[in-house]
Every structure is written in C-alpha cells, then in structure tokens.
Nanobody, 122 residues
Framework: QARLVESGGGLVQPGESLRLSCVASGSDFNFYGAYLMGWYRQPPGKQRELVATISGGEITDYASAVQGRFTISRDNAKKTVFLQMNSLQPEDTAVYYC?????????????WGQGTQVTVSS
C-alpha cells in the first residue's frame, strides 16, 4: 500500500520560515526515483494549486507566487521530499499536500498525502 505522510506545518508569523517533509512508504515506491514529486496547496475557500515539483533527476519547477522564496528538494535514499519555505506571507496560508506521479505504459500513478496545515498570521 502506497502512502505519503507530510509533516512540518504549523503557525508562524509573516517573514518566518517552515520546512515541510513528506515521506513515502509502500512497495509502489520501490522505484521512488521514478516519481515526479510535488507540493500543492489549497488556501481557504480556493482550489488546490501547484506549488513546486521535482523530478527524479532533481529538475525543479515553481509557481510564480513562490519563486525565490520556496525551495523543493528530495532525498531518494530516504524517499523523502522537502519544501523549504522562507519569507512566509499570510497569502501562503493553506493546507499543503504532497503528491507523487509516475507514468507507466498502461497507467498513470497519482498519490496524495493527507495534507499539513500552514498558517501565517501575526
């Protein structure tokens, strides 16, 4: 059974930092490096949106709203993806979700974590 578990969320003041982690487990992740890992977020009352992605070869992509403030990284040996969030602002408040995607010849694999709350408020 594949599982993604996020941690590291919390309440911070504007300008502060947080580091999110997402650990993958289960036999589907025996080839963890083949997965495109990503972080998404869902602000209150809004739709889920892409934050950042990182390929197995560590090619990264960021939403314009977080470019230069957030950094995504991964440790394939530990099957973990991280999101370092600096200079947090109230508009970064959201539930942050970890995502794993992999394309196979006959199917698309798409796993989600349960989410971790990030609240930025003074």
């Amino acid at each position: 059974q594949a599982r993604l578990v996020e941690s590291g969320g919390g309440l911070v003041q504007p300008g502060e930092s947080l580091r999110l982690s997402c650990v993958a487990s289960g036999s589907d992740f025996n080839f963890y490096g083949a997965y495109l890992m990503g972080w998404y977020r869902q602000p209150p009352g809004k739709q889920r949106e892409l934050v950042a992605t990182i390929s197995g070869g560590e090619i990264t992509d960021y939403a314009s709203a977080v470019q230069g403030r957030f950094t995504i990284s991964r440790d394939n040996a530990k099957k973990t993806v991280f999101l370092q969030m600096n200079s947090l602002q109230p508009e970064d408040t959201a539930v942050y979700y970890c995502n794993a995607k992999r394309s196979l010849p006959t199917q698309e694999i798409d796993y989600w974590g349960q989410g971790t709350q990030v609240t930025v408020s003074s």
